[in-house]
């Protein structure tokens, strides 16, 4: 894979359908990768091919199912750098809010302004779908919460105890709201 590109060179194209083997195994690649850095998105480390492949047929049925939308950050060869989930929520009193979720881009292109560049598509289409309230929790202490506070999120609070982490430790996770 050539990593030599812009970060301006990268496409973010919404998903309707996991039916394409290349974007599987891409997304495969990097929920793993994400699991092995000690990203905490629901799975302890090593995460098996059996439960990444489950993880991404519940998200395929989800996006049949009409409330969710899969955003893909993608290099000019094609390789998956990056990804977002927002799901829609479906009851008459939140018409007009949705869940950020599962923001993920590939280690060794960290830093790079991949996640931002996500976020504000993910924002910018939300907002096309008539949501005015993002909401989401992410890891106390973990990456995602410094870069949630950097790109204007507002902290609602935290919820103690909320992950058992592989050591049975566990650990808060802190939520926070976006009005856009
Ligand atoms: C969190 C994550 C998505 C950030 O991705 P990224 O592409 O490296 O982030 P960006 O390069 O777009 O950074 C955007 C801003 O956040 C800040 N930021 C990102 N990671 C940071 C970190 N670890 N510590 C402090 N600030 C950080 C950047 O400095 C940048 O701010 P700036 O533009 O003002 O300089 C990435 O680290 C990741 O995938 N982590 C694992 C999964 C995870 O924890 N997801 C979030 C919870 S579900």
């Not at 812009?6 to 997304?27: C, S, V």
């Not at 699991?35 to 091919?49: I, K, R, T």
């Not at 199912?65 to 990804?83: E, I, K």
């Not at 929520?89 to 302004?113: D, F, I, S």
Request: hydrophobic share 40%; aromatic share 6%.
């Amino acid at each position: 894979m050539n990593a030599n590109f812009a970060t301006t060179d990268l496409t973010i194209t919404r998903i309707d359908r996991l039916d394409d083997p290349a974007l599987m195994a891409g997304l495969e690649a990097l929920l793993e990768d994400a699991v092995a850095s000690g990203a905490s998105v629901g799975y302890h480390a090593p995460l098996s091919p059996a439960l990444n492949r489950d993880f991404w047929t519940g998200v395929s049925r989800q996006l049949e199912g009409g409330a969710h939308r899969l955003l893909v950050a993608r290099a000019p060869d094609g390789t998956v750098l990056g990804s977002v989930q927002l799901a829609l929520c479906t009851r008459p009193n939140g018409a007009h809010r949705a869940e950020v979720q599962k923001l993920l881009v590939l280690t060794r292109h960290r830093g790079r302004g991949i996640a931002r560049r996500l976020m504000t598509d993910v924002e910018e289409f939300a907002r096309g779908l008539g949501r005015s309230l993002l909401v989401l929790d992410t890891l106390k202490g973990n990456v995602g919460e410094p870069f949630y506070e950097r790109t204007g999120w507002m902290r609602a609070g935290e919820i103690p105890g909320y992950t058992v982490e592989a050591d049975g430790s566990r650990h808060a996770t802190v939520l926070f709201y976006k009005n856009i």
